[in-house]
């Protein structure tokens, strides 16, 4: 569960957030749609208290982040699984390693561990990665690691920013189905994306952010107008370069 | 908790052999620190036991005796000074067997020069070994109150200098220990706030994750320590080494300008091992909570 | 003008390429595709000799890139604009001496920088962030920002890796726009992508590598199989789940 | 060219002060690790003088007359030894003033006590002050083949001592310091390898957009120059400013425990600054190379 009570956030003279009300409910699927600087990681940042917000109060799980004590952060962000926008993998460790890395800092037992990880590995395809370093990965390979990372403990939240934006469609949908799979076995699923293939074709809840306001909140697609970017085709065949700008 | 433990001791030694570039840096750093430290302590304990030494050399007091007064009233004032805590032994020094000293220690092979002398112009004197320089001046104090006594001499102004310089060196060496302790730690704590800031972006994404302070400082502060342990192993081993070729050579050349010797390298060996562990995992464990601080607050 | 003859590069037993052959002609446009790890990113490391390939030749320019002493390496680099996947920027220079320090390499007078780089910084529509830092950045501000980096000195190739994973599909399509442009003008363009939806409505020549090896190479479209992907809403919905696995 | 040149100064600032806390924290090692060896430059430019000044009260040779050899006899000797270059000053010392001065020193303020003394046993001398105390050996066999003399004497255990002494501290202090040097060559250019390591991504970055090696060294040798200098300057402040309020204290009680002075604050001053000049910028400027070398080779 995570409820938006009015927050803004302000970076300086940047707006980040502006006034934003949500309500996401136990075990909802939902989008958060935007153009590129609309503050949808400034969002995700908030959830986990990775900075906080100028006004408003912000719950999740029944925490009241903003007033979280030092202490409690990671007790939040444990409970919460998260795929960075930017991967944020630990670059001396392993793929193993990494992902073993969320579950060790719960206190797993070094069996848990060694029986989870290759499951999680699995799932995500890339078991055969395990024993690399993230520099040795390619893009999509690590995303999908950031993505394990965030499964393996079985939150009841799951936050991922922009988690096939370094995908091909094949594995993006691949990845799209296990998130739905986790969804219905309980977990809140909030996934920030540009894919709007995805999320036209998912069918759920879409909260589209511009400029750091929530302007749509509805069950269905991406919103973007289809036409102006059909008619690129044709017209660039038709050499009018000038009618896209 | 054993987990953790587990965890934090074979995370530690993981990243120290991945990052051995790193590793090897600061190791390098801390034990050339220590390596000074060391050798201002083998040199400030050897002057201390020199000055200890040369000390010896003038802890003695003589008590000038008038011709007049006999062996016997002697004997009696002996009695009273051996009673002394001070003091260490006490004999006596006849005329002649003191002008004899004398003149072999000032004209040496030409002693027969004071042959003819018609009469000894020297008296004849009590010297009293005390056991500790500064406590000359009270049984010099105690010498003078007998009877029969023409002088109570001792070596005030060497006494004076040397109880001054062992105390000056004391004060100079303990001050320039502390800086260097100082500068050590400045060193040894930067070096460690370098390797931690080199690796800033993983302590941001373990917090990220989820990881507490304490779990992502644990492997941090094992690898400062054990930094820490490595390079006071490091120096103290190069130290011994050094120092105990050092007092071989001297063994060689015992005399070779002073007659003292040096402080055993036994003594050392031990010393120098557990000043500098101490001193090791102490730094290096402050050093990588204190250089984490920034990076784990927020 | 790229060219690959036959060219190998193993990571130790991992494929990055196999026996590629490729010719890629002066004022092209090529998109490069295929699954994550297919060696996209090996192909562009290659052509910058970021790394060495273990059998074949590379041309670039007409420099044999095999070959090119150490001493020629950056000469080779600053002829090619390059986005790279991670975008790579400096993380201790703002927006606007990132791109300009692609001009200060080649020893531009700081005139000719303050002319051009807020020149470049609009094509790309992040003039307004000139002075933030790069991880005061959105993501897909990041991205922008490597994109004006690689154009800046008007390369005559322009090496794109996946330059459009974190931008929506508004700001995608007018990168798109610039880039053809760009290609118009007779810069060489070649861009790694997972795009789908662009690499069709384009229709340029796509090469698609999968597993180091060229599967395809044809003016067209993406070559994925759309069926699958549209059929998801309706398994969905259906409940159907299965379906998809 | 210039445009670089201007580049590189301006970018080697704006990067020293944008990695505000790890410029801080390399400047702070360095700068102790100056202060180390200029405390130990300070120390050993001060004993030098101090052993120097200690030679200079024994480098005397007294040549011992017969009691029959006539002062016209001495005279001649004198003009001879004079003659020599070793030979600093010559002047007779008579009997009389001798046996004054030695009882004097022996027996203080009860000089009296040899009073009534019938003949005095010390015989006339010639003092001759040598320029060097290395040279006395030699003045004193001159002396020797002079008829009419009984005995040549110098303070020849306490020359050869101190000579060894002078010897063995110049050696040992070269060896420290030379040692201090390396320890100091290690620690700094550690630190700048730490500081280069933690900017190992942005150098790799540099490259691959397409900057030349040169280009990109440029400013971080800079950067190290900007370190070195500042703390040399820094350092040789702080030294000075301590060595000034030293010298003043000892000023103040100058025969605390030497008689010597010590060198002077403007002489050290001009010297430290220029070592710690040359030390700090070519360690600086040699660290940043160096520790690059392994980011640029490929
Ligand atoms: N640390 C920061 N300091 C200053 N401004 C920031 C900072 N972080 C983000 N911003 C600004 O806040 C706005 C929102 O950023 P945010 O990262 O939330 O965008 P976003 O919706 O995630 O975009 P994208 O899809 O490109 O990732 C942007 O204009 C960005 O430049
Ligand atoms: N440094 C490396 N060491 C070992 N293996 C590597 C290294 N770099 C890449 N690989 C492997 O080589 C293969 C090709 O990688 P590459 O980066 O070219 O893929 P890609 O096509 O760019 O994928 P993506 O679309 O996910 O970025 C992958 O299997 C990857 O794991
Ligand atoms: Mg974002
Ligand atoms: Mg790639």
Redesign the pocket.
């Known amino acids: 569960m995570i409820v938006f009570d009015n927050v803004t956030k302000n970076?300086?003279t940047?707006?980040?957030l502006d006034h934003v009300s949500v309500r996401i409910k136990k075990g909802d699927f939902v989008f958060l749609v935007?153009p590129?600087?609309?503050?949808?990681?400034?969002?995700v940042r908030l959830v986990l208290k990775e900075i906080e917000p100028d006004e408003g109060r912000i719950f999740v799980n029944g925490l009241e982040v903003n007033t979280l004590t030092n202490r409690l952060i990671p007790k939040l962000r444990r409970s919460t699984g998260i795929v960075f926008?930017d991967f944020r993998l630990l670059p001396n460790k392993t793929v193993f390693e990494n992902v073993a890395f969320a579950m060790e800092i719960t206190h797993q037992t070094a069996r848990q561990i060694r029986r989870q990880v290759p499951q999680v590995l699995g799932l995500v395809g890339i078991s055969i990665k395990a024993d690399k370093y993230p520099n040795q990965l390619a893009g999509g390979e690590q995303q999908r690691v950031a993505i394990a990372r965030a499964l393996v403990n079985n939150p009841t939240v799951l936050i991922a920013d922009?988690p096939t934006g370094n995908l091909d469609p094949d594995t993006s949908w691949e990845i799209m189905r296990l998130l739905e799979q986790i969804n219905l076995r309980g977990t809140t699923i909030l996934m920030?994306t540009?894919a709007k293939d995805i999320v036209d074709k998912m069918g759920k809840r879409v909260i589209a952010?511009e400029k750091g306001k929530i302007v749509r909140d509805e069950y269905g697609d991406y919103g973007y107008k289809e036409e102006e970017a059909h008619s690129h085709r044709g017209a660039y065949i038709g050499g009018g370069y000038n009618k896209h700008a | 908790m054993l987990n953790s433990l587990k965890y934090t001791i074979k995370e530690a030694f993981t990243q120290l052999f991945r990052n051995g570039a790193m590793t090897v840096a600061s190791v390098f750093s801390i034990t050339a620190m220590l390596l000074i430290l060391g050798i201002f302590f083998l040199i400030t304990v050897n002057i201390g036991l020199a000055v200890e030494n040369v000390k010896d050399d003038f802890d003695t007091v003589s008590v000038y005796l008038l011709d007049e007064t006999s062996y016997e009233t002697a004997q009696t004032m002996m009695l009273q000074l051996e009673g002394m805590p001070e003091v260490e032994n006490v004999h006596y020094l006849d005329k002649d067997t003191a002008l004899a000293q004398w003149t072999a220690e000032k004209f040496a092979d030409n002693a027969d020069m004071f042959e003819g002398l018609a009469k000894n112009p020297l008296p004849n004197s009590i010297e009293i070994k005390v056991k500790d320089l500064a406590s000359a001046e009270n049984v010099a104090k105690v010498a003078e109150t007998f009877d029969g006594i023409q002088k109570v001499g001792y070596y005030k102004d060497v006494a004076d200098k040397l109880l001054r310089i062992s105390e000056g060196l004391r004060t100079g060496m303990m001050i320039i220990m502390a800086f260097l302790v100082v500068i050590s730690v400045v060193v040894v704590s930067n070096t460690i706030k370098l390797t931690v800031f080199a690796r800033r972006k993983e302590i941001e994404i373990m917090k990220y994750v989820g990881a507490t302070n304490w779990f992502i400082r644990g492997p941090f502060l094992t690898e400062g320590i054990i930094i820490g342990i490595f390079s006071a192993i490091l120096s103290s081993g190069m130290l011994v080494f050094i120092y105990s070729r050092v007092v071989k050579s001297f063994s060689l050349h015992i005399t070779w300008f002073m007659d003292t010797g040096m402080v055993p390298v036994s003594f050392m060996t031990f010393n120098l091992i557990w000043i500098f562990l101490a001193l090791g995992i102490s730094i290096g464990a402050c050093g990588s909570i204190v250089s984490m601080r920034r990076f784990l607050d927020t």
């Open positions: 970076y300086n940047n707006i980040g935007g590129s600087g609309a503050g949808k990681s400034t969002f926008q922009e920030v540009h952010i």
